[in-house]
C-alpha cells in the first residue's frame, strides 16, 4: 500500500461550502494575513470558521469561532496560516476528520506550506475558485507507552517520533524489536523513527535519508550512537516498532511527537511506535513538484548555463 495517494480534484472542489481558518500568529503580519484571508474568503461565498485564539484577537463575532474539533466535523478544508510548526501541530488534530489542509507559508523553510504569501490571493483563487489542486495523502506515526500490559499515553505524529532522556546528551541503553522480532540493540542519545514527510526535518539533520512522500517506509535514526557500526534503517511503513530499556537507565525518559507533544516514561516500560489509522490531506496547487521543494528548500538550485 503507497502512503501517497492521490484524489479526485472535482469531487472535493464542489464540497468546499465551509472552511477553517487556523493557525498561530507570531506577531501582527500575520494576525493581518489571517484578518485579509477571513475577509476574502467570506467575499467569495464561503462559510468561515476561525480558530478560537485568533477569532477573538480579531475581534470577530462568536458564530465565526471554533476550536480545532468543531473545525474538524463542519469544514471541507482548513487554510494553516504559519509556517510548518504550525501545520504539524493542526494536522495531527485534524488528521482524523475528512478534512483536507493547506498552508500558506509564514515561516522559514515551508516544506509542508505551498502557498506564496505574495501570491496568497491569485493562488487561493486557482486552487479554490477553479478547481486547480490536488490532494496527497500521507501517513502519520502512533506512538504509544506500555506499563504493566496497558497503554497508558500515547499520540500521533506527523514527522517524527524521538526517544530520548529528559537529560541533555545522556545515553541511554535500549532494544528495538520489529514486528515482534529483535532487531538490534544500541547504546545512543536516542533514537529518531521518522515517516516520509519527517525525513527532511530532525531526522535529516541526524544523516537519515530523504524519503519521497509515495514510499510507505519509515526510518530509524540513532542519535549519536556509542559505535561506529550504527546506521539509519529504513523499513516497511506498516512494521510494530517496540522499544525496550535496559534497567539500569536511571534517568526519566520521554518520546517527543514532532517536538510538540512529549510523553514521559520509566525504563520498566514499552514504547511502540507504528502507522497511524489516521491520514494527513494536504491540498497543492495543481503545479506542484516535490523535487522542486526539495531543490529550494535545501538549496541544490545552481545555474547550469
Known sequence: MSSHNLIDS????????????????????????????FQWLLEHGYEVLVETEIGEKLELPRHYLADLDEIGHLAQLAIVIGGDGNMLGRARALAKYDIALIGINRGHLGFLT????????????????????????RFLLEASVERDGQ???????VNEAIIHSTKVAHMIDFHVYIDDKFAFSQSSDGLIISTPTGSTAYSLSAGGAILTPQLNAVT?????????????LVIDGDSK?????????TSQLEVGCDS??????????????YKSKH????LHLKNYNY???????LGWLRNCS
Do not use: W
Not at 220 to 232: E, I, Q
Not at 241 to 249: G, K, Q, V
Not at 291 to 297: G, H, I
Open 151 to 157: 497503554i497508558i499515553t500515547c499520540s500521533n505524529a
Open 220 to 232: 530509524l535514526v540513532p542519535m549519536f550512537p556509542h559505535t561506529l557500526s550504527s546506521r539509519p
Open 241 to 249: 516498532i517496540s522499544i525496550r530499556f535496559a534497567e539500569y537507565n
Open 279 to 282: 491520514r494527513l490531506r494536504l
Open 10 to 37: 472535482n469531487i472535493l472542489h464542489s464540497s468546499f461550502h465551509t472552511i477553517g481558518l487556523v493557525g498561530k500568529p507570531r506577531n501582527d503580519v500575520n494576525l493581518q494575513m489571517h484578518k485579509n484571508i
Open 114 to 137: 505551498d502557498i506564496d504569501p505574495k501570491n496568497a490571493y491569485a493562488q487561493l483563487e486557482s486552487c479554490l475558485e477553479d478547481g486547480d489542486f490536488f490532494v496527497e495523502e
Open 260 to 273: 510538540q507533544v512529549t510523553l514521559t516514561f520509566t525504563p520498566d516500560d514499552i514504547v511502540h511506535v
Open 291 to 297: 523535487y522542486n521543494v526539495l531543490s529550494a528548500k
